[in-house]
């Protein structure tokens, strides 16, 4: 006869806010697999939780900063890099993530991103890339693959995406990876090196969304777009970022490609603290 | 706060340059901004001092910006304001409403010139003063200022600073091109940390703590990042624990206490000047700018043997209603001059309600009304 196993608590737990679960997340969505690598990664990254902060903005990725039991910020559309600059600058002891999707990141926010990727300001991005905008019902975005479909693309998208590890690289990063929720633990320990590296740090998360991108793209049921990843994943570390672009069939290179050492802003701004006199009497 | 962080003394300095003395009298230690004219020179004096007492002052990409990472900084505990614009004031509307919604303590100077759009980037106006009030969608109640001096500049930045604290919200600093551009004696005050307000702090436990526990008033405490209080705020419609919950109920419960907070303490909040009102037939109600020519119109008026008085807003927002109200049934006339063409003169009508004349004396910007214009709109009224 079966016995029922019952565990009562899970060791990541106490990082989570577990009086809100269930959570909103669709079943075999990508979201939920990579909060529980970022809260393992904080764990294995030795980080005293009580200072690490969450910043999240809008969409199905920005649920993320309220289910996680640390200093959370759920902001606006597009917005979290810059209120998690202010956050960060205000208490540079604060290890400061942002959590958010693909949309909010890359183009409400996408000046933002880049700005911050250019001031090398010490934060972590976690960006998760589902290739459209989940909470509002799939349409296309920055990232969605030419040719794909969506609710606003339904003959196929006709815009070029971002390569969104080129465009933070390009703008500043000092640590850039991708990697795919089928990627686990290699997901796991990116994201702890990322948060006890100074400098902006971006990690693009490859995630399925298959009940409104994968329905729309021939990826309906949950593991279809996960075989998908198998099948196409390369690792190589240390690849070029302009090479690693994704199209809707082609091969997806994952790995780390930047691990560059850059003074960050507090580093400089450091020197004018220094720089400054106090005032004079006039 | 060390005594030497504050420039004391008397100075003649132009307004803006007394808004960013007033901020760090205040004890702001947090600058973002974006630079836009007339406000630019906030920011510049801000570049110059923050770093000298260990401020952080950043320039960031845009309005949008400066406005969120202000809400950030002041979620670490360090007091934050930026300074705008009409077109960088726009930019920030939706964030000003992030800051009501999660109940952040800042501060925004808006130095208005005149729109819509680019406008007259170098030239006065007031005509922000509903975008101040309604800006951001949404039902909410906010704070705002109107100086009409430099040394005002100073003195309501540090009021704009205790209010935004007292109340957690918002503060607007509603200057204008001419009083932000003008130079005069500024004093500036050693000012007593007694006088300086703080947040209402957390004094539980961090896990019996609730973000928005207001069991024991309106305000609640405000816990910091970073203090183990492991707390969440959200944009969304949320309860006392800080959790989104998609109810009318909860939606009823948030708003009315954001918009009461405020509303149950005008008494406290709105400040006003009166000159020469007791037995005034005409009063003038104006504000900024405008203040400083009404209230020569109404010297002059008086020497004319006229009934005149003004009523100077000093806050704006929450307006002034029973004063307006209870001065309506015993005039014969309010005069509203403003830079715009009629806004806070709708209030004005609404609180009079039929019981006396009211009459907006609009100028679209670009200049100041000239004195005469309002004397003979005194004497008019006065016959």
């Known amino acids: 006869m079966t016995k029922m196993l019952t565990v009562d608590t899970n060791p990541i737990d106490c990082y989570l806010r577990v009086d809100r679960i269930p959570h909103i997340w669709c079943a075999a969505c990508g979201i939920g697999p990579a909060t529980g690598c970022f809260v393992r990664a904080i764990d294995r990254a030795g980080l005293n939780p009580d200072k690490v902060s969450v910043v999240s903005g809008i969409g199905c990725s920005g649920r993320v900063a309220g289910y996680i039991k640390l200093d959370s910020f759920h902001t606006t559309h597009g917005r979290a890099l810059p209120f998690a600059t202010g956050l960060k600058l205000a208490n540079p002891e604060l290890t400061v993530a942002v959590f958010s999707g693909d949309g909010d990141i890359a183009a409400i926010g996408g000046n933002h991103l880049i700005h911050s990727a250019r001031r090398n300001i010490d934060m972590t991005v976690i960006c998760i890339n589902n290739f459209n905008y989940g909470m509002t019902g799939g349409q296309m975005g920055p990232t969605t693959p030419l040719d794909a479909r969506s609710t606003t693309s339904p003959y196929g998208n006709y815009e070029y995406p971002f390569n969104l590890p080129y465009l933070v690289a390009a703008s500043g990063a000092t640590y850039v990876a991708r990697w795919t929720v089928l990627h686990l633990r290699e997901l796991e320990r990116s994201i702890a090196e990322a948060l006890t590296k100074p400098g902006f740090s971006f990690i693009e998360v490859l995630s399925p969304c298959p009940t409104v991108y994968g329905r729309l793209n021939k990826l309906p049921r949950g593991l279809d777009e996960m075989h998908s990843y198998q099948e196409r994943s390369i690792i190589r570390d240390g690849a070029d970022p302009r090479d690693v672009e994704l199209s809707q069939s082609g091969p997806i290179v994952v790995g780390k490609f930047v691990d560059i050492e850059r003074p960050t802003l507090w580093d400089c701004y450091q020197q004018i603290l220094d720089r400054a006199s106090k005032p004079k009497k006039r | ?383």
């Open chain 2, 1 to 383: 706060m060390p005594k030497d962080d504050v420039l004391c003394g008397e100075f003649f300095m132009n307004g803006d340059t007394a808004c960013a003395e007033g901020a760090i009298s205040a004890g702001c230690r947090f600058f973002a901004g974006y630079p836009i004219t007339p406000a630019t020179e906030v920011a510049e004096r801000m570049s110059e001092r923050l770093p000298q007492i260990g401020g952080v002052f950043i320039q960031m990409e845009d309005e949008i910006a400066s406005m969120n990472a202000v809400l950030g900084a002041s979620w670490a505990g360090v007091k934050a304001m930026t300074a705008t614009s009409g077109p960088g004031f726009s930019l920030m509307m939706e964030n000003i409403g992030l800051g009501v919604m999660l109940e952040t303590p800042c501060v925004v100077a808006n130095v208005q010139r005149a729109g819509p759009s680019t406008g007259l980037p170098t030239l006065v106006a007031q005509g922000d003063m509903m975008q101040a009030r309604w800006g951001s969608h949404g039902h909410y109640e906010i704070i705002a200022l109107v100086p009409d001096s430099p040394q005002e500049m100073f003195d309501l930045t540090v009021l704009a600073f205790n209010l935004s604290e007292q109340y957690r919200v918002p503060v607007l600093l509603m200057a204008d091109e001419a009083v932000g551009h003008m130079s005069e004696k500024v004093v500036i005050p050693q000012i007593n940390s007694k006088e300086l307000v703080n947040r209402p702090r957390p004094k539980v436990a961090p896990e019996k703590y609730l973000p928005y526990d207001s069991r024991k008033g309106l305000v609640p405490p405000m816990a910091v990042a970073g203090e183990g209080y492991r707390f969440h705020v959200t944009g969304l419609t949320h309860d006392d624990r800080g959790y989104p919950v998609m109810t009318a109920e909860a939606q009823d419960k948030l708003i009315r206490r954001l918009v009461d907070k405020i509303r149950l303490n005008i008494k406290d909040i709105t400040k006003y000047e009166e000159v020469k009102i007791d037995d005034a037939e005409v009063v003038v109600v104006s504000y900024g700018i405008s203040a400083r020519i009404a209230r020569y119109a109404v010297q002059k008026a008086r020497e004319e043997g006229i009934k005149a008085g003004l009523l100077r807003l000093i806050t704006v927002w929450p307006f002034a209603d029973d004063r307006i109200r209870k001065l309506a049934s015993a005039v014969k006339a309010f005069l509203v001059p403003e830079i715009n063409y009629g806004q806070m003169v709708r209030e004005v009508e609404r609180c009079v309600a039929g019981k006396a004349k009211v009459r907006l004396i609009s100028h679209m910007g670009g200049g100041v009304h000239l004195p005469e214009t309002i004397l003979e709109a005194i004497r008019e009224e006065a016959r």
